[in-house]
């Protein structure tokens, strides 16, 4: 019992101290970062693809708004054999302004996932150009990628146009911030409602505090390397490197359930480079309810896991840096070392527990003997590591908040990781029955009160 003990405890350590390690890792190049310089979307053409697979809560509202914000945005919006209205609303959208398309899938060819749903618009996007724009340089014709829930910060495109971005012609993709629309603290959405509980808000908040801050810290370290991962909402591409992996690949997405790291994987083997912006954002609904996250995260969980296919060719090819292969292999191990993790310290927890109930003279007197020692351990090693980002997301993100209510939320935060190994046990489970289907995530925003918003297009979700 001693050795397992010893074993346990020391494994427990190891992964404590490399956590805290990529910790420090990725905060103090966060804290420390310059924003980004700004340029001229006009030096660009500008295309967005939103999927759509019943969208019929807010598509209207989300085309407008990009319509409204992006004038010289073509946007394409893929039905993807939609049961609802999504269809309806697409068409008279169309209708109205030349520079909506629709592009209408049904079955059997339609619902096979978002990476086909975005090759499709891929295809017919290409087509147009072929027919409209002939003289287009694919170099300089931009791809970008927004959810049917997503807003697009107005200032996004010039933003991501500058020399930190497609100014630069080594660049071959863009992802920008991620933020939460819903979480009742400001009004970005421009009038959308919060989530309706106090604890549904929490919930909400704690997702725009980790994309915010641990995702976008961990995306700056990848920026600062060029090797930033690419995200469901907010991904921009060049049109020349899509082209280029489909040549190789047959189209730009791919199988996995992360189609959308995916394609940032086949960008850097494609010999291009990577970059995150953290200085421009798109919006999304946040998720207020607990079941409907863990089966969200369950299947980004099992999409990173399908990425683990990719190991030899990052490690080995010469397109890819050391420090980019490196950090990429550790974000391809992340699940897998969760799944280590939960049962190494489950074990440490039940080795602890057989400590303390055989200890002959009870369970106070082997807390007083110095057991006690381990409170400031676990505090060190497995608290204030997430503690901190609570007070990192008022730094940085919300100055309103008060010193309590960031240590709130980082108390919070600590909490809501535990959901998180969940989603990944859950991802496991799915992996190992070979379950792999794509299960979108249903919206929850409250339409009860229609908002309408002005634009050129003047569509309204009452009058869609």
Same mark, same amino acid.
């Given at each position: 019992?001693?050795?397992?003990?010893?074993?346990?405890?020391?494994?427990?350590?190891?992964?404590?101290?490399?956590?805290?390690?990529?910790?420090a890792?990725?905060?103090?190049?966060?804290?420390?970062?310059?924003p980004?310089?700004?340029?001229?979307?006009?030096?660009?053409?500008?295309?967005?693809i939103?999927p759509?697979l019943?969208?019929?809560?807010?598509?209207?509202?989300?085309?407008?708004?990009?319509?409204?914000?992006?004038p010289d945005?073509?946007?394409?919006?893929?039905?993807?054999?939609?049961?609802?209205?999504t269809?309806?609303?697409?068409?008279?959208?169309?209708?109205?302004d030349?520079?909506?398309?629709?592009i209408?899938?049904?079955?059997?060819?339609?619902?096979?996932?978002?990476?086909a749903?975005?090759?499709?618009?891929?295809?017919?996007?290409?087509?147009?150009?072929?027919?409209?724009?002939?003289?287009?340089?694919?170099?300089r014709?931009?791809?970008?990628?927004?959810?049917?829930?997503?807003r697009?910060?107005?200032?996004?495109?010039?933003?991501?146009?500058?020399p930190d971005?497609?100014?630069?012609?080594?660049?071959?993709?863009?992802?920008?911030?991620?933020?939460?629309?819903?979480?009742?603290l400001?009004?970005?959405d421009?009038?959308?409602?919060?989530?309706?509980?106090?604890?549904?808000r929490?919930?909400?908040t704690?997702?725009?505090?980790?994309?915010r801050t641990?995702?976008?810290?961990?995306?700056?370290?990848?920026h600062?390397?060029?090797?930033?991962?690419?995200?469901?909402?907010?991904?921009?591409?060049?049109?020349?490197?899509?082209?280029?992996?489909a040549?190789?690949?047959s189209?730009?997405?791919?199988?996995?359930?992360?189609?959308?790291f995916?394609?940032?994987?086949?960008?850097?083997?494609?010999?291009?480079?990577?970059?995150?912006?953290?200085?421009?954002?798109?919006?999304q609904?946040?998720?207020?309810?607990?079941?409907?996250?863990?089966?969200?995260?369950?299947?980004?969980?099992?999409g990173?896991?399908?990425?683990?296919?990719?190991?030899?060719?990052?490690?080995?090819?010469p397109?890819?840096?050391?420090?980019?292969?490196?950090?990429?292999?550790?974000?391809?191990?992340?699940?897998?070392?969760?799944? @280590? +993790?939960?049962?190494?310290? =489950?074990?440490?927890a /039940?080795? *602890?527990?057989?400590?303390?109930? &055989? #200890?002959?003279?009870? !369970?106070l007197?082997?807390?007083?003997?110095?057991a006690w020692?381990?409170?400031?351990?676990?505090?060190?090693?497995g608290?204030?590591?997430?503690?901190?980002?609570?007070?990192?997301?008022?730094?940085?993100?919300?100055?309103?908040?008060?010193?309590?209510?960031?240590l709130? @939320? +980082?108390?919070a935060?600590? =909490?809501?990781?535990? /959901?998180? *190994?969940?989603?990944?046990?859950? &991802? #496991?489970?799915?992996? !190992?029955?070979?379950?792999?289907?794509?299960?979108k995530?249903?919206?929850?925003?409250?339409t009860?009160?229609p908002?309408?918003?002005?634009?050129?297009?003047?569509?309204t979700?009452?009058?869609?």
């Open positions: 019992m001693i050795g397992l003990s010893a074993a346990v405890d020391l494994a427990a350590l190891v992964l404590c101290v490399l956590f805290l390690a990529y910790v890792l990725i905060l103090v190049p966060f804290l420390q970062r310059t980004d310089r700004p340029g001229d979307a006009g030096d660009f053409r500008w295309h967005l939103l759509c019943d969208e019929e809560v807010v598509i209207a509202r989300t085309v407008t708004r990009l319509r409204m914000d992006h945005a073509h946007l394409w919006c893929v039905d993807d054999d939609s049961s609802d209205d269809g309806v609303i697409l068409g008279k959208l169309q209708r109205r030349p520079y909506v398309h629709r209408s899938r049904r079955a059997p060819n339609a619902r096979q996932g978002k990476g749903a975005l090759n499709a618009a891929w295809v017919e996007l290409t087509d147009w150009l072929a027919e409209h724009d002939p003289d287009a340089d694919p170099s014709v931009i791809v970008g990628v927004v959810d049917a829930d997503g697009l910060d107005p200032a996004a495109l010039d933003v991501i146009a500058g971005g497609f100014g630069d012609p080594a660049i071959g993709a863009v992802q920008v911030q991620v933020r939460m629309m819903n979480r009742g400001d009004r970005i421009g009038g959308d409602p919060a989530a309706a509980t106090r604890f549904q929490l919930l909400v704690l997702q725009d505090l980790e994309f641990v995702i976008a810290a961990m995306q700056h370290l990848r600062r390397i060029g090797s930033a991962g690419m995200g469901g909402n907010g991904q921009f591409s060049r049109l020349v490197v899509l082209n280029e992996i040549a190789e690949n189209t730009p997405w791919h199988g996995a359930l992360l189609e959308d995916e394609l940032g994987l086949h960008v850097l083997l494609a010999g291009w480079g990577n970059k995150y912006c953290n200085d421009t954002w798109v919006a609904e946040g998720l207020p309810d607990v079941r409907l996250l863990v089966r969200q995260r369950a299947r980004w969980a099992q990173g896991m399908q990425c683990a296919k990719y190991f030899r060719r990052i490690l080995l090819s397109r890819i840096g050391t420090a980019s292969a490196l950090e990429i292999s550790y974000f391809l191990l992340i699940p897998w070392t969760q799944l @280590l +993790g939960t049962l190494v310290y =489950g074990a440490a /039940l080795i *602890l527990a057989y400590w303390a109930l &055989a #200890f002959p003279a009870g !369970v007197a082997w807390f007083t003997a110095g020692g381990l409170v400031p351990l676990a505090l060190c090693f608290v204030t590591p997430l503690v901190l980002w609570g007070f990192v997301y008022r730094s940085r993100c919300e100055p309103t908040l008060s010193r309590w209510q960031a709130g @939320l +980082g108390l935060y600590w =909490g809501y990781t535990y /959901l998180m *190994l969940l989603a990944v046990w859950s &991802a #496991f489970w799915r992996l !190992v029955r070979s379950r792999d289907g794509w299960v995530t249903a919206r929850v925003l409250d009860s009160a908002v309408a918003v002005r634009s050129e297009t003047q569509v979700l009452s009058g869609a």
